[in-house]
């Protein structure tokens, strides 16, 4: 109960930019969390069908299985290796989608809090300048202290969405990683082919 209290306290005593800092991060942390969900659930259904490709492939399948991204590169044009790169960096394409957005909430909310905090500290001394009676410690240390939240929001914004992105990112590399030896495969598997043949 004394928290809430506390916190519609802090409310009713802040202005409209603390509104809109909070707001913003509030945000932030919205899309940081749906970002991370939704990458996270793609991308570990992603890899799950490059890892059953490669072990198909490992285990004498002369392609890619029908829902791998090379599929499409190995059965229109035969097996290519400039078109496997081409496929391999659209695939890292597609993997790293919608990172911009994490790195982007994870440098700027620190910002936003801080410029929260400086505008809540120069109404509070705005305020006290107005006044009549001295500004004691026990009037400024209050104030500061509840203008400073606004940095703290912006700091707990920001350590999600950099660890969120770093955990996708790490998620993407593997599935890039398996599609890369996947491609290296169709290119070995190739190369036997039109040995094969010349032999014959």
Request: with cysteine; glycine share 6%; charged share 20%.
């Amino acid at each position: 109960m004394e928290g809430i209290d506390i916190l519609l306290n802090y409310l009713s005593r802040s202005s409209f930019v603390t509104f809109f800092v909070l707001g913003w991060l509030s945000i932030y942390i919205i899309v940081t969390f749906g970002v991370l969900f939704s990458r996270y659930m793609y991308l570990s259904n992603w890899l799950s069908r490059e890892k059953q490709s490669l072990e198909a492939m490992l285990m004498g399948a002369k392609n890619v299985r029908n829902d791998s991204i090379l599929k499409k590169c190995s059965s229109k044009f035969g097996t290519n290796e400039k078109l496997l790169n081409v496929c391999k960096s659209v695939a890292e394409k597609n993997a790293t989608q919608n990172l911009w957005m994490l790195s982007m909430i994870a440098s700027t909310s620190p910002f936003i809090g801080l410029f929260g905090t400086v505008v809540s500290i120069l109404e509070t001394f705005s305020g006290l300048g107005q006044g009549e009676g001295g500004a004691s410690l026990s009037i400024i240390a209050p104030a500061i202290s509840e203008a400073l939240i606004a940095t703290a929001a912006g700091i707990f914004v920001a350590i999600p969405a950099y660890s969120a992105n770093l955990f996708i990112k790490r998620k993407a590399y593997e599935v890039v990683t398996y599609i890369h030896r996947e491609a290296e495969l169709l290119l070995s598997i190739s190369d036997n082919k039109e040995k094969e043949t010349q032999d014959v």
